[in-house]
T-cell receptor, first 116, second 114 residues
Framework: GENVEQHPSTLSVQEGDSAVIKCTYS??????FPWYKQELGKRPQLIID?????GEKKDQRIAVTLNKTAKHFSLHITETQPEDSAVYFC???????????????FGQGTILTVHP | DAGVTQSPTHLIKTRGQHVTLRCSPI?????VSWYQQVLGQGPQFIFQ???????GRGNFPDRFSARQFPNYSSELNVNALLLGDSALYLC?????????????FGEGSRLTVL
């Protein structure tokens, strides 16, 4: 089955700096890669996702890059703010036939702390 | 619009007991997935149901079972509870389609097994 590795486990940055979180996956059939943000005691919320036919996607201060050959994808947050502090999870799914997106394999999570 | 709703939000059980967790998906979503999130770890896939049929099962023992009803709501059942079953159980719904698939999570049911 799919295996997703996420690094680093903790990341501490100063407000305004950039943060980068990296993930690798094992199943070459995976074609959907979402990133979730989970605040303490809250549910995971999708912040950005990318599909295998795209190499990079940006949404304001957040960007995700995907390298299918190397089987890794990364989350980039620029101009970090204290409210970006949370746990971030990467995930992968094969999404075959449009009925498998519900089965995500998550990474172990990265605790991001943005210091004012 | 209401998001994914789960009940109960918190519950405490003792070893050997049985628990039923409930989930109502976002209106129009036909797929419901269940995840277990142990403290400090990422969510782990338990089941996916689509149009009332099981579409996927994660690496969980047979003590875990689920079903989806005609209105697309779902139940997760866990029998013979163990201490290690203590976790946040997340339900997620999605509108399955070729170019969609975003999972919308509920707030979860936090289960404590004593």
């Amino acid at each position: 089955g799919e295996n997703v590795e996420q690094h680093p486990s903790t990341l501490s940055v100063q407000e305004g700096d950039s943060a980068v979180i990296k993930c690798t996956y094992s199943d070459s059939a995976s074609n959907y890669f979402p990133w979730y943000k989970q605040e303490l005691g809250k549910r995971p919320q999708l912040i950005i996702d990318i599909r295998s036919n795209v190499g990079e996607k940006k949404d304001q201060r957040i960007a995700v890059t995907l390298n299918k050959t190397a089987k890794h994808f990364s989350l980039h947050i620029t101009e970090t703010q204290p409210e970006d502090s949370a746990v971030y999870f990467c995930a992968a799914s094969s999404g075959a036939g449009g009925t498998s997106y519900g089965k995500l394999t998550f990474g172990q999570g990265t605790i991001l702390t943005v210091h004012p | 619009d209401a998001g994914v709703t789960q009940s109960p939000t918190h519950l405490i059980k003792t070893r050997g007991q049985h628990v039923t967790l409930r989930c109502s998906p976002i209106s129009g979503h036909k797929s419901v997935s269940w995840y277990q999130q142990v403290l400090g770890q990422g969510p782990q896939f338990i089941f996916q149901y689509y149009e009332k049929e099981e579409r996927g099962r994660g690496n969980f023992p047979d003590r875990f079972s689920a079903r989806q009803f005609p209105n697309y709501s779902s139940e997760l059942n866990v029998n013979a509870l163990l201490l290690g079953d203590s976790a946040l159980y997340l339900c997620a719904s999605s509108w399955e389609g070729q170019y969609t698939g975003e999972l919308f999570f509920g707030e979860g049911s936090r289960l404590t097994v004593l």
